[in-house]
């Protein structure tokens, strides 16, 4: 290992290519990076006394000692890239001015930008990886940016158009900025040094790196070029693009939690994946198929996950129930539903089991929501369910298993959750949207776009009722309206929230758009009553109950059946 420090100006002057090598992350850098960038900048240049102002390093590796062939760059791709926004940006402020010796757009772009005296690959001085890359030479050639393109590089290269501009009367403390910013540059040698225990000892100044992140370079770093680059194009980069820009960052470090736990039978730390990863990866086990199967069983995995939480999914029917999961907010659940889509993808699960195991899950996890039953069993719960299941009598073996598990972990009846569901504050409730989706849409061959409406109070919210509405109710309208305002009996949805405000019931009923014209299921009923009470807001309540429970169903095993699975579960446990 070699360090050095030197100005990063004349360090990338200096060096004719940096090569971004595939298994690294895209860029990452935000808002804030580029902030703390452009402020250092600032402050360089405005201060007349300090020579040189420090912002981080530079780790590349390099296989000779010239400085004409490409530089693999391991650390300091973040500050590489931005630097080069914020030069393109600058050059095509200065235009024909040269603020400062040095310092003009031709120079910026012939030195910092480009190799003018060479074509082909060997033209750019910077080569990032696929979309970026190609988002990046579109904004040094003014170019239109592609359709997918990199949104962190066009939208940090407008930041820094805008930084430019607000400084348009003295680019000249920019210039003298940039030329003050000094780097440590470590060359690393393949044969001497370890690239990729180097590369996870640093910390760096941007963004952490993701557990994704040192997984992918992990996998990757240690293999010759043309194995990585096979790898990566077959496996990992269709991988990265069913997740896409927005949801690859958000959800890529959760799925692999999700098939570690799946795969190793224990759920790793969040901030532990990498680690357990590594665990797993040198097992004799997998070691032993090597890293082309590993790799193309995480992408297959990630083929599942993506299809449950990220809408991918072809099929309408499942889709529809991926899509109540995700609202609902089990992410709990996954290590199972992992293990079951990868059994239905094998033909192992057929498609009718699945989608009744899929809605199980659901009305396990909301029924004990309902019934505020701890939730801090049930990531144990989902990792360990896989152990239960007879794949040569699936569903069976699914339910009994939910119907053995007892007191914490229990499947709440259907006399608990129809009593709980009528007086618990669905108002409040975390889901309120997801249970009003699912009332409404249970049954529906065409979906209603729930979103379009909002929720309902019938009795209004306002503590002090208009003197109709006391009337309506009785003298105990206080008393009636603290325990029933959030409730299941006194909810619904409408297109006509505002419109509806505090009326009394009669009006809300007969108006345009009110409730004796409203197309939706949850609103059945309300058109042909003469008042709103107490005892219609009960009723109403029962009502929606007895159908909650078909919504939300128990599972339906025969009791023999059951204690066949009670009898060998005993038997099991005695062994």
Not at 149 to 159: H, T
Not at 400 to 409: D, G, I, V
Not at 469 to 493: P, S
Not at 538 to 552: F, Q
Request: net charge negative; charged share 30%.
């Amino acid at each position: 290992m070699n360090a050095k420090d030197s100005y990063l100006l004349e360090f990338v002057r200096g060096v004719s290519q940096f090569v971004i090598p595939i298994y690294q992350r895209k860029y990452s850098w935000e808002r804030i990076q580029c902030e703390q960038l452009w402020n250092d900048v600032l402050r360089a240049g405005k201060a007349d006394t300090a020579g040189g102002h420090f912002i981080g390093s530079i780790v590349y590796v390099a296989d000779d000692e010239t400085h004409d062939t490409p530089w693999l760059v391991i650390d300091g791709q973040q500050r590489l890239t931005t630097l080069t926004l914020l030069i393109v940006a600058l050059s095509r402020a200065l235009g024909d001015q040269e603020p400062m010796n040095g310092f003009s757009k031709k120079k910026l772009e012939n030195e910092y930008l480009i190799n003018a005296s060479k074509s082909g690959d060997k033209h750019r001085k910077l080569v990032l990886s696929e979309t970026d890359s190609d988002t990046l030479f579109a904004v040094i050639d003014d170019r239109d940016l592609p359709d997918n393109c990199s949104r962190r590089i066009k939208d940090n290269f407008l930041y820094f158009q805008e930084c430019i501009k607000s400084e348009a009367d003295d680019l000249q403390t920019v210039c003298r900025g940039l030329a003050k910013l000094l780097v440590v540059y470590v060359a690393l040698s393949r044969k001497d040094d370890n690239p990729q225990l180097i590369f996870e000892s640093m910390n760096s100044t941007g963004r952490e790196l993701s557990q994704a992140d040192l997984i992918r370079n992990f996998i990757l770093m240690g293999l010759e070029t043309d194995i990585q680059t096979q790898l990566y194009n077959q496996h990992w980069h269709p991988m990265e693009q069913a997740f896409g820009q927005k949801f690859y960052d958000s959800h890529f470090d959760r799925f692999m939690r999700h098939y570690l736990t799946v795969k190793t039978g224990d759920i790793p730390k969040v901030n532990d994946v990498y680690t357990a990863f590594k665990t797993y990866a040198r097992s004799e086990s997998i070691a032993t198929l090597g890293i082309e199967a590993l790799v193309k069983d995480i992408r297959q995995y990630s083929k599942f996950y993506c299809s449950m939480a990220l809408g991918k999914e072809a099929n309408a029917k499942l889709k529809a129930a991926f899509h109540d999961l995700s609202e609902l907010r089990v992410d709990v659940a996954y290590p199972l539903l992992l293990e079951l889509y990868a059994d239905f993808d094998s033909d192992e699960l057929n498609h009718d089991d699945f989608l009744v195991a899929v809605r199980l899950i659901e009305s396990y996890v909301f029924r004990r929501a309902v019934c505020s039953i701890p939730t801090n069993s049930l990531n144990k719960t989902f990792a360990t369910f896989g152990r239960a299941l007879k794949k040569d009598r699936y569903l069976e073996s699914i339910m009994a298993h939910f119907l053995l598990m007892q007191t914490y972990r229990s499947f709440p009846s259907d006399e608990d959750f129809s009593e709980h569901i009528k007086v618990r504050d669905l108002y409040n409730f975390r889901s309120r949207r997801y249970w009003l989706l699912r009332f409404e849409n249970f049954g529906r061959k065409e979906r209603v776009p729930v979103d379009e409406y909002t929720i309902e109070h019938i009795m209004p919210q306002n503590e002090d009722l208009t003197p109709a509405w006391k009337q309506a109710i009785g003298d105990d309208w206080k008393r009636v309206h603290e325990k029933y305002l959030h409730t299941l009996g006194n909810l619904t949805l409408t297109g006509y929230n505002s419109e509806y405000s505090n009326r009394p019931f009669k009006e809300k009923r007969d108006m345009e758009g009110g409730f004796g014209q409203s197309p939706l299921k949850v609103n059945a009923g309300l058109g042909e009553l003469e008042e709103w009470t107490e005892a219609t807001i009960v009723e109403r309540a029962d009502n929606l109950a007895k159908r909650a429970c078909d919504v939300w169903r128990f599972p339906d095993i025969d009791a023999d059946v059951l204690d066949a699975y009670r009898s060998e579960e005993a038997n099991e446990g005695d062994i």
